[in-house]
């Protein structure tokens, strides 16, 4: 991995302040994704800084990296990335006994996340018996079950056609309302429009970084 | 690291990976079956070669008189020696401090018949020392005694399967039984722990089998038991002395290999002993091989297995697993796993051991109470529980370690 490097992210210089709502964009390839995992905790910067909630991130040990990824943050990935031979509830409880919750509260829990989602008759099937929209939302859920500080989603729209995927925003647009803070990668404008700044990435650095009305998704729906 | 919350989700990941799970457990238990099987078998052998070696005392000179292959003192080569009765009393007047017992002994095979029930048994005419040499033990009635040498009494000790055979159950004491057209009366039943073969055995007195063959003197071998006191080193003294004074007194060249022959059962011990200790480093050589090559096989599932959940433990860790969960997790999994298959293969193994234990096993196999002592078995199924959870560990460490990222790319 090391032997060849490629830069990727060529001088990423911006913050998000507590409660923003923010839609990266950018056309494929761009880094959309590379920027969302190093935010995430799941890569590691080569170059520069990255301070979260006042805490530079470098080189921490793996505990603490665990605390914030379990506490801090929440991920929706690209490629879903659900464990295949658990159930859609006990995928969405996973990181809630990591949490240390109980297994009765777990469980209810993920219900009351999977509900939200629209899957909770769902519940017990497992990720090969899901259509793609359905493992997406399988994945949000998981993200929000955690209810972390910091959501970022990483095109949680794109498996879905537009009905659901104004019920997703019009759930990602409450949790904010709620005081978190969400970044979503996406390529639908529409998408992009429901949040409140969009940053446009092209080949690593930022082309465009905007405030915008946000569009409420509960009217669509 | 051992709530219950924990267990349940070892147990959880267990049972929804059964093909895993049982690929793991089946190399687990198969090297402990194997092993106990193995080991088993070859203390049974060892078994065998000990009770068919150890039978008989330890003690004993088997003397034979043969065909002379040099000429020696006037005679020509090839004369046949014959012992006679009073070789025995000039044996015993020479060495008699050293003599524990002494027999003179004349085998033949005659057809027995008791009514209309024959068959054919081996018939030792013997003196009443015998008894010691082959450590014959009395079930009921009494051995041959010095009165019937003396007499020449047509009495028969005889052996237990004798009994079982022409008898079918019936008590043999105080009958009649034809030994090649003689009547001769049974006055005796033993057994044997040298096996079936040798309670199909009847004794009767030499001096009535040296009648009924046209009343001589000749005999076919002695069989002597030297003084345990005098040691092995004493033994092998002896049987010098012993040899040396046999030729001068039947004029035979000291350099002829044949003319008289002692088997010394002291030295066959201590070979038998070696050829014993030879065969405990092989069986011990092939049963470490076997656990060596179980915890090869072992190892190589376990990195299968968690390379096979690289992406797992990727999402596990994206969504807040310490690395220390993570391993700790596999490993009470791997611990578990190997240590129910292990078990299952010992129970298995020494279920089988029970199951072929037996007598045709004994007789066509030379295989004698198969078994493996529990300290050996537990501390081989230890072993390979420890090993599993090491096995397991190193890659599962290793796995834990990676960024998350890149645990996450693995396809
Ligand atoms: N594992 C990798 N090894 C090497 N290069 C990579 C790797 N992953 C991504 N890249 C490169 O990094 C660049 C940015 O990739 P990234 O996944 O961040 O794009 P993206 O903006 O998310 O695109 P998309 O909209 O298609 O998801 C691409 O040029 C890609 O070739
Ligand atoms: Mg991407």
Known sequence: MGSNSLHVLKGIDFSVEEGELVAIMGSSGSGKSTLLNILGMLDE????????????????????????????????????????????????????YYQRVGRKERQEKALKYLEQVGLKEWAGHLPSELSGGQKQRVAIARALAAEPKVLLADE??????????????????????????????????????????IVHLKDGVILEDKKVNQVRAAQYV | MFSRDNWKEIFETIQKNKLRTFLTGFSVALGIFIFVTLFGMGNGLNNTFMKFFGSDATNIFRIYPSQTTLPYGGYKAKRRI???????????????????????????????????????????????SMQFAEKTIMMKGRYLNANDIRDRTKFAVIGRMVEKDIFEGTDALGEYIDISGSAFKVIGVFQDDGGDNEERTIFIPYTTRQLIEGNNNKLDQIVLGFNQAIGYNGAMKFDKKLNAFLRNKKTINPDDPRGVRIQNVAENLKENQQVASVLKIIISGIAFAVIISGVLGISNIMVFVIKERTKEIGIRKALGATPKMITGTILLESVFITTIFGFVGLILGIVVLNFINGKSLEEDYFITNPEINSGTAIFVTILLIVCGALAAFIPARKAARIKPIVALRDE
């Open chain 2, 82 to 128: 014959e012992f006679y009765n009073e070789d025995v009393e000039e044996i015993v007047k020479e060495f008699g401090p050293l003599i524990q017992y002494i027999s003179p002994r004349i085998s033949r095979g005659a057809s027995v018949s008791y009514k209309n029930k024959s068959d054919n048994y081996g018939t030792e005419g013997v003196g009443p």
């Open chain 1, 156 to 197: 949680p729209t794109g498996a879905l056609d537009s009905k659901t995927s104004y019920e997703v925003m019009d759930l990602i647009q409450k949790i904010n309302d709620a005081g978190n803070t969400i970044l979503i990668v996406t390529h639908e404008p529409d998408i992009a429009d429901m949040c409140k700044r």
């Open chain 1, 45 to 96: 910067l080569d170059e520069g800084t990255y301070d979260l909630d006042g805490v530079p991130i470098k080189d921490l040990n793996e505990t603490k990296a665990a605390n914030y990824r379990n506490k801090f943050l929440g991920f929706v990935f690209q490629s879903f990335n659900l464990i295949n031979y658990k159930s859609a509830m006990e995928n969405v409880a996973l990181p809630l």
